[in-house]
């Protein structure tokens, strides 16, 4: 839904860090919605959200309910987009990157790059700028394409940026996934 709608990206340029949490600073969830669009599996209020099925308090202005959003995982939820001094340039904002990133999440005793798909696969230049990124800082990146079946998400797909060993080590957990979902959970 959004990759046909986003902002093409452009190439990043340096920025002080005093810039860079200056921006940060100013940024806010919304106009994005993508963590509401059902693009990471939650349960609102009772109502599961996940792929293909929005949060239904999502509407066009954003979230019917924001002022009285829960806790969990609506406001304890914060994509790096949104960390005060994101070193994620404006542009890479979810909606408008196709990704929902996270730059130091814990996974198999490592802390990895993470990064969701807005939609069913993150873009190209998103991905090439988050590769880049994960080179230049030595970081994995785990990023996913989502799995269509019968014209309906059902599923997520896993795959490594890093080392031969890194994805050797993602490539061997994958094959051993039947079905794989990212749940929205607080940093």
């Known amino acids: 839904m959004f990759a046909d709608t986003m902002m093409s990206p452009e190439q990043p340029t340096q920025t002080s860090q005093e810039e ?13 919605t993508a963590c509401c669009q ?20 999502s509407c066009s202005t954003g979230c019917a309910i924001y002022a009285e959003r829960p806790e969990d995982p609506c406001r304890s939820f914060i994509c790096s987009w949104l960390v005060e001094g994101s070193p994620l340039p404006e542009w890479m904002r979810p909606d408008q990157s196709g990704a929902i990133v996270w730059l130091s999440l814990p996974w198999q005793g490592q802390l990895v790059i993470s990064a969701n798909p807005v939609g069913r696969a993150i873009p190209a230049p998103t991905l090439e700028w988050l590769k880049q990124y994960a080179q230049e800082h030595r ?23 890093g080392s031969a060993e890194f994805r050797q080590q993602v490539t061997r957990l994958a094959a ?12």
């Open 20 to 32: 860079k949490v200056n921006v940060a600073e100013k940024r806010h969830c919304l106009p994005c």
């Open 38 to 57: 059902g693009w990471l599996r939650a349960t609102i209020h009772g109502h599961s959200v996940g792929a293909g099925k929005a949060c239904p308090y």
């Open 139 to 161: 970081r994995p990146l785990i990023y996913y394409e989502r799995i269509v079946t019968d014209g309906s998400f059902s599923g997520l797909k896993r795959f490594g940026f």
């Open 176 to 187: 051993e996934e039947a079905h794989l979902d990212i749940e929205m959970h607080s940093g």
